[in-house]
């Protein structure tokens, strides 16, 4: 089992930076990939972006990748979404999910933060 908690989520103006953690516990030494995703009020789940065990940094989707930059700490421990130049737009419920060695999709979901832009 692994247990998701996200962190650093607040209220920003249009235009500032934010970084957010995911952080991992119980048996994230088997975690094979952490992904972040968002949820707009009304809107769909959008995927955001994710980083292998395997990789150094993070791959953001290509329309956030200019401003969204992911990385890890202390193996799969801690995943950090760094934000840049945030728009109202970004306004969402931002939450990870981990992804085991031997599993094909995500199943280990966090509960999120959210992280509202204000113009």
């Known amino acids: 089992q692994v247990q998701l908690t996200e962190s650093g989520g607040g209220p920003v103006q249009a235009g500032d930076s934010l970084r957010i953690t995911c952080t991992a516990s119980?048996?994230?030494?088997?975690?094979?990939?952490l992904a972040w995703f968002r949820r707009a009020p009304g809107k769909e789940r959008e995927f955001v972006g994710q980083?292998?065990?395997?990789?150094?940094?993070?791959e953001a989707s290509g329309s956030l990748m200019d401003r969204f930059t992911i990385s890890k700490e202390n193996g799969m421990n801690k995943m950090h979404l760094e934000m840049k130049n945030l728009r109202p737009e970004d306004t969402a419920n931002y939450f990870c999910?981990?992804?085991?060695?031997?599993?094909?999709?995500?199943?280990?979901w966090g509960r999120g933060t959210q992280v509202t832009v204000s113009s």
């Open positions: 999910a981990a992804r085991m060695v031997e599993s094909p999709k995500y199943n280990f």
């Open positions: 980083i292998t065990r395997t990789s150094d940094v993070g």
């Open positions: 119980g048996r994230y030494v088997s975690i094979y990939s």
